[in-house]
């Protein structure tokens, strides 16, 4: 029998395509996603929360939850799910750790890939958070935030954008060169080279230069804050080499960051460990914005 063919690294097409199924390393996927569910209900009931518009579209708004402190750091969530339509709207279910320690939980929202009416591209989904980021800057004060502590984490497809986000040269939008003061990764995509060979193309369309510009592995040099990397050890084999990849490639270039391993944990249990603030995840993300407070 012929060996069959490899189209990625070691990867034959069936097992790339594999690589970013998440559920199929995942069979308690369903269970969490009806707990996120509760949970975001149980929480939009016990704490203040509201939403701003930050762009001209009805998909731009953030729901914001904000912390009793004044003038607190405020923290930006870019949810996940392939870059594809999340209809749950189940994006807040670890905000309290946030509340709690001090700082405001944002949950952007965005225009996602194949949705019903108008077709949108990756680039306007980047164009509309970089909007989100440059409305925090400009009104984070009108609800209590700090305009120079805002930082950032996103898990899995939206890692990938907040790694966008991350090498992102600000001075083109008129907000300071650091106006991210932290960036965490959780379970991210930074080179999409495997993702257009992947069976993903059939939706992420992307051309050669969108390609580039959209890998944040391939511009590192536009980093201007901490970046924490964290991946689960029970993540497909592709997912745990992008995040350890990445890690290592920000260590290179003497970008400030750090690799954190979720040890037994999936790509769906690793962001949701921050529910409890004492995980190694919690306390990570904390502690990058503890030192700005």
Same mark, same amino acid.
């Given at each position: 029998?012929?060996?069959?063919?490899k189209v990625f690294l070691d990867y034959t097409q069936q097992a790339l395509d594999d690589a970013f199924e998440q559920v199929l390393? +995942?069979?308690? #996927?369903?269970?969490?996603?009806?707990?996120?569910?509760?949970?975001?209900?149980?929480?939009?009931?016990?704490?203040?929360? &509201?939403?701003?518009?930050?762009?001209?579209?009805?998909?731009?708004?953030?729901?914001?939850?904000?912390?009793?402190?004044?003038?607190?750091?405020?923290?930006?969530?870019?949810?996940?799910?392939?870059?594809?339509?999340?209809?749950?709207?189940? #994006?807040?279910?670890?905000?309290?750790?946030?509340?709690?320690?001090?700082?405001? &939980?944002?949950?952007?929202? &965005?225009?996602?890939?194949?949705?019903?009416?108008?077709?949108?591209?990756?680039?306007?989904?980047?164009?509309?958070?970089?909007? +989100?980021?440059?409305?925090?800057?400009?009104?984070?004060?009108? &609800?209590?935030?700090?305009?120079?502590?805002?930082?950032?984490?996103?898990?899995?497809?939206? +890692?990938?954008?907040?790694?966008?986000?991350?090498?992102?040269?600000?001075?083109?939008?008129?907000?300071?060169?650091?106006?991210?003061?932290?960036?965490?990764?959780?379970?991210?995509?930074?080179?999409?080279?495997?993702?257009?060979?992947?069976?993903?193309?059939?939706?992420?369309?992307?051309?050669?230069?969108?390609?580039?510009?959209?890998?944040?592995?391939?511009?590192?040099?536009?980093?201007?804050?901490?970046?924490?990397?964290?991946?689960?050890?029970?993540?497909?084999?592709?997912?745990?080499?992008?995040?350890?990849?990445? +890690?290592?490639?920000?260590?290179?270039?003497?970008?400030?960051?750090?690799?954190?391993?979720?040890?037994?944990?999936?790509?769906?249990?690793?962001?949701?460990?921050?529910?409890?603030?004492?995980?190694?995840?919690?306390?990570?993300?904390?502690?990058?914005?503890?030192?700005?407070?």
């Amino acid at each position: 029998m012929a060996e069959a063919t490899k189209v990625f690294l070691d990867y034959t097409q069936q097992a790339l395509d594999d690589a970013f199924e998440q559920v199929l390393w +995942a069979p308690n #996927f369903a269970e969490l996603r009806d707990a996120n569910k509760t949970r975001c209900a149980e929480l939009r009931n016990r704490l203040e929360h &509201f939403e701003r518009r930050y762009g001209p579209s009805s998909d731009e708004t953030l729901e914001i939850l904000p912390t009793a402190k004044p003038d607190a750091p405020l923290l930006l969530f870019v949810h996940g799910g392939r870059w594809r339509p999340q209809p749950d709207n189940a #994006f807040i279910y670890f905000a309290d750790s946030v509340v709690n320690a001090g700082a405001h &939980f944002v949950a952007a929202r &965005f225009a996602t890939l194949d949705p019903p009416k108008v077709p949108t591209r990756m680039p306007d989904m980047v164009a509309q958070l970089r909007r +989100a980021v440059v409305w925090l800057s400009q009104n984070a004060r009108d &609800f209590g935030g700090d305009p120079e502590r805002i930082h950032l984490i996103g898990h899995s497809s939206g +890692a990938h954008l907040a790694s966008v986000l991350l090498t992102t040269d600000w001075t083109e939008f008129d907000v300071p060169a650091n106006v991210l003061k932290s960036g965490t990764c959780v379970s991210g995509i930074y080179d999409l080279r495997p993702v257009m060979l992947s069976a993903r193309s059939a939706y992420v369309k992307l051309s050669p230069e969108e390609e580039d510009e959209f890998s944040a592995i391939r511009h590192l040099d536009r980093v201007r804050c901490p970046i924490l990397v964290a991946y689960g050890d029970k993540e497909s084999p592709e997912f745990q080499r992008q995040g350890r990849e990445f +890690a290592a490639a920000l260590k290179k270039e003497r970008q400030p960051g750090q690799e954190l391993i979720l040890e037994g944990l999936n790509h769906f249990e690793g962001i949701r460990s921050i529910m409890d603030s004492r995980s190694p995840l919690a306390q990570a993300v904390l502690r990058q914005i503890e030192p700005s407070r």
